[in-house]
C-alpha cells in the first residue's frame, strides 16, 4: 500500500569567482528520498573542478558537513550529506494506508495503485487509510452474495432475532422462511407454556385442584403434589386424616408454667389469679395488684396476690379491704385515760377535768395541780393550804380557851387550877391533820392510824370518835395495846368533807392523859 520513489531534480548553483570575478553555473543532480528535507546554502567557491582548495577559487572538493559535524539539522534530523552540501531529514513513521509526503502522511489509494485484494465480482471503493470490496452485482430479497459474487439464500431463522412471535418455530426457506406453531405434548402434571415451547408444572396448590383434607397443607412438587398436616396435627394412617395433637398431654409441664389448654392445633398457657402471661407466652408473671390500690388504706404485694394492712388505730373488716376505725376509748373502759377519752379517727384522745387537773407526757394521766405550791391558791393569811385531788382547801382553825399554839398545827393547855376536874379531864393537846381519799376507796379502808410517840412498854390507849360520825361512814380499831386505827366502812358514794375529832386516851403508869385528834377528810371523785 506504501510505495517508495525516487526522483531527480537539478539544483543550479551561481558561483562568481573572486578574482576573476566571471560567474559560473553550476548543475548539481540531488538523489530525493522519502522523508522531508531541508536544505543548506552553499558556502564557499564552487569550480568545475573541485569544491575545496588551498587558494580561493582553486582545485574544489565537496566538504561532508554531516562528517565533520558543522550541519545545523536539530536533534531530531538526520543529516545526509549532498555534494556541496547537507540535507536534514525528518524521521517520521505513517501507519498502514497512508504514506509521508511533504512532512505529511496522506492515504495511499489503494484502489488506483492496485493494491486492493478485491476478488473477481467485487468493486474496489478507496476509503481513508483502507478499501472496501463491493460486490458488482445486487441480489434479490433474501438473498446475499457470497466472497464469489454469487447470490446465495440467507437462513433467516438462524439470526440473532427470532422473527416468529412466541408459540411458532422458524422454519427457512429459499429467499424467505415460515411460522410453524409449536407442539407440546405434556405429561401428567404439567401444561405447555404460552410460547408452546416447553411443558410447566401445574401448581395444584395455589390452583386449588389439589384434594388435601381438612387440617392439611397442599406442597407443590414437580408434575404433582403432597398433603402435610398442618403445625399441630399428626397424620393418622388408619383414617388417613389429620388429627390435633395435645401438647398438654405429650408434654406435661414442659410447655407452659400455669396452665397449659390444648386448642386445635396448638395450645394455650395461662396463669392463675394473680398472675398475668409474659410475652414468652409460657411463663407467669406476678400482677402488683396494689398498683390499682385495691385497699383503703395499705397494700402489700405477695406472690400471686396482695394483702391489704390498716394503719394503727384501724382494723380490716371482713371483706379483707376496707379499714375501719377502732374506738380505743370503748374497748378499754377506763385503762386509756384517767379522766375522759375521746374517739378520733385512727387514735384517742384523753382530756382532763377543766380545773384543777393538767394533762401529763404520756397524754394519757391526769396530774393534779397543786395550787398551794404554786400559789394559785385563794386562801387568805393565817389559812392553810391543803392540796386535794383536782382543787385545793383552806384550812383556819383557832386554839380553843385554856389552849395555846405551839405549832401550825397543834394545841397545848395550859395549866389547870388544882380544883377544875373538867380542865384536867380535857385533853392535853389539840393536833389537826387533813387527810383525802377517791369514792372509789376499797371498803374498809384504813385511813389513819394513833398512838403514842413515843411508846413504852406499859402504855395503854382507848380510841373513840366523838364527834363527826354521825352517818356512820367511820370505824375505829385498836391494832394493839398503843396503836389505833380509824377505818372507812361505808362507802361515800360522792365528794364529801368530814371533820371528824378523834379521842385517844393514854394509860402511863397509871395516869390517864387525853390526846385530841381533830381530822379534816376531804372525799374527792375518782370519776375525773
Known sequence: SQFRFEAERFLWYFFTDVHSLSSIRVKIREQLHRGPVHHRPLRGCLSPCHFTHSHPCSSPTDVDECATNTHSCQPREHCVNTVGSFVCEHHVTCPAGYHL???????????????????????????????????????ISGFTQDSHGNCIDINECSGPNEPCSLGFNCINTV???????????????????????????????QMGTHRCGAGQICH???????????????????????????????????LCAQTCENTPGSYRCSCTAGFSLALDGKNCEDINECDKNPCSQECADIYGSYQCYCR???????????????????QSIGNLCTFKCLNVAGSYQCSCPPHGYVMSANGRTCRDIDE??????????????????????????????????VSDIRCERTSCPSNSLDCQNSPARITHYQLSFQTNIIIPAQIFRIGPSPAYSGDHI?????????????????????????????Q??????????????????????????????FVTSSNM
Open 101 to 139: 509526503r511533504n512532512s505529511i502522511c496522506k492515504d495511499i489509494d489503494e484502489c488506483v495503485l492496485q493494491s486492493h485484494n478485491c476478488e473477481l465480482g467485487f468493486v474496489c471503493e478507496n476509503t481513508v487509510g483502507s478499501f472496501l470490496c463491493n460486490p458488482k452485482n445486487k441480489c
Open 220 to 254: 407443590n412438587l414437580p408434575g404433582s403434589y403432597r398433603c402435610d398436616c398442618q403445625t399441630g396435627y399428626q397424620y393418622d394412617a388408619l383414617h388417613k386424616v389429620c388429627t390435633d395433637v395435645n401438647e398438654c398431654w405429650r408434654y406435661p409441664g414442659r
Open 175 to 205: 429467499g424467505s422462511y415460515t411460522c410453524q406453531k409449536k407442539v407440546v405434548m405434556c405429561s401428567h402434571g404439567y401444561h405447555s407454556s404460552p410460547d408452546g415451547a416447553k411443558c410447566v408444572d401445574i401448581d395444584e396448590c
Open 492 to 521: 361515800v358514794r360522792k365528794p364529801k368533807d368530814f371533820l371528824i375529832d378523834l379521842e385517844m386516851k393514854l394509860l402511863r403508869q397509871g395516869m390517864f392523859t387525853t390526846f385530841l385528834a381533830r381530822i379534816h377528810v
Open 312 to 330: 394503727q388505730g384501724y382494723f380490716l373488716k371482713e371483706d379483707g379491704h376496707t379499714c375501719e376505725d377502732i374506738d380505743e376509748c370503748s
Open 372 to 405: 398551794c405550791k404554786t400559789a394559785t391558791h385563794n386562801c387568805s393569811y393565817g389559812q392553810m393550804c391543803y392540796n386535794l385531788q383536782g382543787g385545793f382547801r383552806c384550812i383556819s382553825f383557832d386554839c380553843p380557851h385554856n389552849y395555846k399554839k
Open 462 to 490: 382507848t380510841i373513840s370518835i366523838i364527834k363527826g360520825n354521825e352517818e356512820g361512814y367511820f370505824s375505829t380499831r385498836k391494832l394493839n395495846s398503843f396503836t389505833g386505827a380509824v377505818y372507812v366502812q361505808r
